[in-house]
């Protein structure tokens, strides 16, 4: 567990935890080390279900997602694994822009500690948040954590994990779509307008550009032709994916200049499922879901991967391993389960599938040569999501923050 954090948790559960592998000489096979946590809470003022995958720190991280508007709050979680002290700067960017604000530089995280600041304190009032987070000294892992509250009610809670640059093309794998009837029925009340699925893209560049959304259904069709979208340059753009069915998709966005890209999901319980389910939240106690009981999710790009890595699925969930295959061959994709039952699926070529697995269980994935992957949970009225990050290379230890 980390040292200290501003959460109060420090000896608790919730504090940041430090994974870590010795150092290992340079001609040695790199060990392999993941890891996730869940969290899974219904309470008066929190309901939901939120994930995150454990990554390695950086010196830069992009992170897309969140809202400061009316009863939305969003905090920034920097977490230090170092030896060192980190200084680190913080941009934010939303629809009309970048937004300045004192106490955005010079922000100390000691070595081994975790800093937790609210994003309202920047950018209050903030529809579609983007931030860009840069470290100097010891390098830093960077999260966003979203919860949602219309009036009295809960609407969700979500974990927001970072990309490493905007890039050209944008995979958003296990883009996942349910509920969408009783969303609908929700949507007209005042509060609940951002529960239709949409994508957020923010084009860093000081010139506009047209981004191409391509949604392939994980059945292996293209849902409709691509949607075509002008980008202003420094600005961010939410733009609605609202004729989406219930299912699983990969969204994919091309741009002529570098743009990041990200996407909210929403689910609602309806009577017939609210009235028998329950939830245990993190204290241990446990509350009905009520019919219209909402959560949400934020699916954040997923990177390239190259070489067999581990996919930890987190506990407490419904859980898939979404796949997609953007080579022109297909390949047939082995999750070895560890300890379990192996699951093999072949993803077609330019395509994408989804692969029911076993919550709180690790896969070591192998059969590929190029291909983006994430991991989905839903529950009722629950819904999350993580990527599945490359092995990260290091001389020295192998350290992961989760």
């Known amino acids: 567990p980390f040292a200290s954090t501003d959460t109060g948790t420090a000896t608790g559960s919730a504090a940041p935890q430090l994974l870590s592998t010795p150092a290992i000489p340079s001609d040695a096979t790199p060990p392999l080390l993941a890891g996730a946590q869940s969290e899974s809470i219904r309470t008066d003022e929190f309901a939901g279900l939120a994930t995150a995958e454990c990554t390695a720190p950086s010196g830069s991280a992009w992170l897309a997602g969140g809202a400061t508007s009316i009863g939305r709050t969003t905090l920034l979680l920097l977490a230090n694994p170092t030896a060192v002290p980190s200084v680190v700067s913080v941009q934010v960017f939303g629809e009309n822009g970048r937004v300045t604000a004192p106490g955005m ?6 070595a081994g500690a975790q800093r937790v600041v609210s994003l309202s304190g ?6 579609s948040p983007v931030v860009h987070v840069q470290s100097a000294g010891g390098q830093i892992v960077a999260n966003l954590e979203q919860s949602t509250v219309r009036g009295i009610t809960p609407g969700g809670i979500d974990f927001i994990g970072a990309a490493s640059a905007p890039a050209l093309t944008t995979v958003l794998p296990g883009v996942v779509v349910s509920g969408t009837q009783t969303i609908q029925s929700l949507q007209g009340q005042s509060g609940y307008d951002d529960l239709q699925t949409t994508l957020r893209v923010y084009l860093p560049s000081d010139r506009p550009t047209t981004a191409s959304i391509t949604v392939l259904a994980e059945n292996g069709t293209v849902t409709g032709k691509p949607i075509k979208a002008d980008l202003q340059p420094g600005s961010v753009t939410d733009l609605p994916l609202d004729q989406l069915s219930d299912g699983n998709y990969t969204v994919i966005v091309t741009s002529g200049q570098p743009v990041l890209a990200s996407a909210r999901v929403s689910t609602a319980a309806d009577a017939t499922t609210a009235s028998n389910t329950s939830a245990t939240t993190a204290t241990g ?10 959560d949400f999710a934020w699916i954040t790009p997923a990177a390239l991967l190259t070489s067999s890595v581990l996919i930890p699925i987190a506990t407490g969930m419904d859980a898939a391993v979404h796949l997609d295959n953007p080579t022109s ?20 070529a330019h395509g994408a599938v989804s692969v029911p697995v076993i919550a709180g269980t690790t896969y070591r994935i192998s059969g590929f040569s190029e291909l983006y992957a994430s991991v989905s949970g839903v529950g009722t009225a629950q819904v999350t999501s993580y990527t599945v990050s490359p092995l990260a290379r290091s001389e020295g230890p192998v350290r992961v923050v989760g």
């Open 105 to 110: 530089d010079g922000i100390t995280v000691s």
């Open 122 to 127: 920047f950018a209050p009032n903030l529809v």
């Open 285 to 294: 106690s446990t509350g009905s879901a009520a019919a219209g009981a909402t």
């Open 329 to 348: 061959s297909a390949v047939t994709v082995t999750l070895h389960a560890i300890p379990g039952t192996d699951i093999t699926r072949a993803v077609p």
